[in-house]
């Protein structure tokens, strides 16, 4: 069950005293962050807006939104970092899910032992943070060497984002595996690929785990194929993400310069939210890069290619005629 800090928000409110605030966060959790502005409302009697957009992490953390409403605090809600805040508005409270591991983390651990593991690494989501110490036990019970990955940035200890990859990078050299808990395929699978070893993913509502190599791969190649078609586009949309941690326009800018080149055709487009459907307005467009997410175009189906940052940047070295390997191989994905 998923568990919000209220007490956080409580104590917040309690010494701030704002006048009207917002609750954001990711769409899982959404009713909870329903019931959790009914409780607000009616202890404090203030205005509690719930902003009902997407929010897909601490890069989308509608403050626009929250500036429109003229709230005096924006809780985001389930987005775990290691910061508390951003700026004077933006407060960070953590939401857990308080589910146990600990039945496929014991099965898990006796039947990696025939694979000849012997150091694995941990590795999750915001909202299982919790219960890495309690999986490594288990796993350093049964006679393994676990190595928590140093967090970076917002990360912390064994945490991964869509797009941040440092604690599972930075050790590849020292495991022999990594397990990810959670049900979470693509950040999995993004660490499959990221570090080329084996990555097991933990899933402890239906007690079993699964390897995502296969997965992996086949992203990997979607990537791939996706920088070849683009090799023969004339002209190209690159796309400036509107979102507050997601708008990158020296990036786009650069990207044009060096495709610009290369003998291409740039046209800079600037949206919120990228889609498939707004995309097939842009009709005289052959292929898109866009500079907000890494995740936009594996996460979705597109009928033209739509590049990431890592994509379009071996997109440039294919057209000088270099092999595009590695490319998503680095800690980084934008």
Same mark, same amino acid.
């Given at each position: 069950?998923?568990?919000?800090?209220?007490?956080?928000?409580?104590?917040?409110?309690?010494?701030? %005293?704002?006048?009207?605030?917002?609750?954001?966060?990711?769409?899982?959790?959404?009713?909870?962050?329903?019931?959790?502005?009914?409780?607000?409302?009616?202890?404090? *009697?203030?205005?509690?807006?719930? !902003?009902?957009?997407?929010?897909?992490?601490?890069?989308?953390?509608?403050?626009?939104?929250?500036?429109?409403?003229?709230?005096?605090?924006?809780?985001?809600?389930?987005?775990?970092?290691?910061?508390?805040?951003?700026?004077?508005?933006?407060?960070?409270?953590?939401?857990?899910?308080?589910?146990?591991?600990?039945? !496929?983390?014991?099965?898990?651990?006796?039947?990696?032992?025939?694979? *000849?593991?012997?150091?694995?690494?941990?590795?999750?989501?915001?909202?299982?943070?919790?219960?890495? +110490?309690?999986?490594?036990?288990?796993?350093?019970?049964?006679?393994?060497?676990?190595?928590?990955?140093?967090?970076?940035?917002?990360?912390?200890?064994?945490?991964?984002?869509?797009?941040?990859?440092?604690?599972?990078?930075?050790? %590849?050299?020292?495991?022999?595996?990594?397990?990810?808990?959670?049900?979470?395929?693509?950040?999995?699978?993004?660490?499959?690929?990221?570090?080329?070893?084996?990555?097991?993913?933990?899933?402890?509502?239906?007690?079993?785990?699964?390897?995502?190599?296969?997965?992996?791969?086949?992203?990997?190649?979607?990537?791939?194929?996706? !920088?070849?078609?683009?090799?023969?586009?004339?002209?190209?949309?690159?796309?400036?993400?509107?979102?507050?941690?997601?708008?990158? *326009?020296?990036?786009?800018?650069?990207? %044009?310069?060096?495709?610009?080149?290369?003998?291409?055709?740039?046209?800079?487009?600037?949206?919120?939210?990228?889609?498939?459907?707004?995309?097939?307005?842009?009709?005289?467009?052959?292929?898109?890069?866009?500079?907000?997410?890494?995740?936009?175009?594996?996460? *979705?189906?597109?009928?033209?290619?739509?590049?990431?940052?890592?994509?379009?940047?071996?997109?440039? %070295?294919?057209?000088?005629?270099?092999?595009?390997?590695?490319?998503? +191989?680095?800690?980084?994905?934008?």
């Amino acid at each position: 069950m998923i568990l919000i800090d209220e007490e956080k928000i409580f104590s917040t409110i309690s010494e701030k %005293k704002p006048r009207s605030i917002a609750l954001d966060g990711p769409d899982g959790i959404l009713k909870k962050i329903q019931s959790c502005a009914h409780k607000l409302t009616e202890k404090y *009697n203030i205005p509690v807006y719930v !902003i009902g957009d997407t929010s897909w992490g601490s890069c989308d953390l509608n403050i626009h939104a929250a500036e429109m409403l003229g709230v005096d605090i924006l809780f985001n809600i389930g987005h775990t970092i290691s910061m508390e805040k951003f700026g004077d508005k933006v407060i960070m409270v953590d939401a857990f899910d308080d589910v146990d591991f600990s039945k !496929i983390a014991k099965r898990c651990a006796i039947d990696l032992r025939k694979n *000849n593991f012997r150091k694995i690494s941990l590795v999750t989501n915001s909202q299982y943070l919790q219960s890495v +110490q309690k999986v490594k036990e288990i796993f350093e019970f049964h006679g393994y060497d676990v190595i928590i990955g140093r967090g970076k940035g917002h990360l912390n200890d064994a945490q991964v984002f869509g797009c941040e990859f440092y604690p599972v990078h930075d050790i %590849k050299d020292q495991v022999d595996a990594y397990l990810f808990l959670g049900q979470s395929i693509f950040h999995s699978a993004s660490i499959a690929i990221v570090t080329q070893k084996p990555t097991f993913m933990l899933d402890p509502y239906f007690n079993e785990y699964s390897e995502v190599s296969d997965i992996a791969q086949k992203l990997e190649k979607k990537a791939l194929l996706s !920088i070849y078609k683009a090799q023969d586009a004339k002209t190209i949309g690159i796309i400036i993400g509107l979102k507050e941690g997601q708008f990158a *326009n020296i990036r786009a800018l650069e990207l %044009k310069r060096l495709l610009e080149q290369e003998g291409k055709r740039i046209l800079l487009i600037a949206m919120t939210e990228i889609t498939d459907e707004r995309l097939l307005s842009f009709q005289d467009i052959d292929a898109f890069i866009q500079v907000a997410c890494p995740r936009i175009g594996t996460d *979705n189906h597109f009928h033209k290619p739509v590049l990431s940052v890592p994509q379009a940047i071996s997109l440039i %070295k294919l057209l000088k005629g270099e092999a595009p390997q590695g490319f998503l +191989q680095i800690k980084h994905w934008l």
